[in-house]
């Protein structure tokens, strides 16, 4: 069965450190998400990817934040300046057909600010 | 705002009874519904989408109630391995932006 991979598993970082976290989609999806879920709470939007360009974000995803597809099976996620309060597992998930029909996720990362 | 909300649990139940969750939302308009299903610290994987006749999948049965904007999950002769976190998921009609529930624990005891 097709899977959407993310990498890396688990990253540790130091409060204002950049980070990218890495996910490949399944090959002939579409559309492409980010979630975060801290620990404990809600799933949360954070963006959704179309066609080359952001076509939905939420309040979280401010300017700190960033997405790039740069090579057609990459998908990225970038925060510029981490914060305490961005330690949580980001999950990335892709669809074939739009939101109507349920993702696939990946298997997350979790990132821990120290 | 848009809500959706469930009863977080847990639920403490012995293996091969039936268990039912209730899941609530906000926006009347609202067309398409999920249950996922969360292991701990794992990704949500999609156990069904919630049609308006409602639906079955094996043990697991998901009903819509319009009227009362809620959405049910019943599971029947359930196991250990039913064990996890149920997730109800509305999808925003104007975006179909998913709107997640905080999510019921399960827990099957032997």
């Known amino acids: 069965e097709p899977e959407v991979t993310q990498t890396p598993s688990h990253q540790v970082t130091q409060m204002g450190q950049e980070v990218i976290l890495r996910c490949v989609p399944i090959?002939?999806?579409?559309?492409f998400y980010w979630y975060r879920q801290i620990l404990g709470q809600k799933v949360e939007f954070l963006v959704s990817?179309?066609?080359?360009?952001?076509?939905?974000k939420s309040e979280i995803f401010d300017d700190q934040f960033s997405v790039e597809r740069p090579d057609g099976s990459n998908f990225t996620l970038k925060i510029r300046s981490t914060k305490l309060e961005d330690s949580a597992m980001y999950f990335c998930?892709?669809?074939?057909?739009?939101?109507?029909?349920?993702?696939?996720f990946g298997s997350g990362t979790r990132l821990t600010v120290v | 705002r848009k809500e959706v909300e469930q009863d977080p649990g847990p639920f403490n139940v012995p293996e091969g009874a039936t268990v039912a969750f209730n899941c609530t939302y906000s926006n009347s308009a609202s067309q398409s519904f999920f249950w996922y299903r969360q292991d701990c610290r794992k990704e949500p994987k999609l156990l069904m989408s919630?049609?308006?006749?409602?639906n079955e999948d094996g043990r697991f049965t998901a009903q819509l109630n319009r009227a009362s904007q809620y959405i049910s999950l019943l599971i029947r002769d359930s196991k250990l391995s039913d064990s996890a976190t149920y997730l109800c998921?509305?999808?925003?009609?104007?975006?179909?932006?998913?709107?997640w529930g905080a999510g019921t624990k399960l827990i099957i005891k032997p």
């Open positions: 998921v509305v999808a925003e009609p104007s975006n179909y932006q998913l709107i």
């Open positions: 998930a892709s669809t074939g057909q739009g939101a109507l029909y349920g993702y696939t």
């Open positions: 090959s002939n999806h579409l559309y």
């Open positions: 919630v049609y308006s006749s409602g």
């Open positions: 990817f179309y066609n080359n360009e952001i076509s939905e």
